[in-house]
């Protein structure tokens, strides 16, 4: 069983930058993928980044290539993801995802989410 709980959203201006941080619980953190999803108000959840147990396979979708990136700490038991250059259309529930295997960028995988942080930025 693992817990996911994010942290860092909120309000920021276009052009502006955010770091979200999940912190999860479980010993077998390392050897989850884990991702970033977000959902706006009448769209369909999409992901924003996965990265491997190991931090050494990372992927990104196609509207936040370039400006966003998705780093952990097994250590630590953490997630990041670092957002630059936010835009309007940013603005979403972000949620933090874990994947009972190594690597995924399909949602189907990913069996724990945390309750989600709101990301808004205005223009």
């Known amino acids: 069983q693992v817990q996911l709980v994010e942290s860092g959203g909120g309000l920021v201006q276009a052009g502006g930058s955010l770091t979200l941080s999940c912190s999860a619980s479980?010993?077998?953190?390392?050897?989850?993928?884990m991702g970033w999803f977000r959902q706006a108000p009448g769209k369909e959840r999409e992901l924003v980044a996965a990265i491997s147990w190991s931090g050494g396979s990372t992927n990104y979708g196609d509207a936040v290539k370039g400006r966003f990136r998705i780093s952990r700490d097994n250590a630590k038991n953490m997630v990041y993801l670092q957002m630059n250059s936010l835009k309007p259309e940013d603005t979403a529930v972000h949620y933090c995802?874990?994947?009972?295997?190594?690597?995924?960028?399909?949602?189907?995988?990913?069996?724990?989410w945390g309750q989600g942080t709101q990301v808004t930025v205005s223009s």
């Open positions: 995802a874990a994947a009972v295997k190594p690597y995924s960028v399909q949602s189907g995988d990913y069996k724990y």
């Open positions: 479980g010993r077998a953190f390392s050897s989850y993928a």
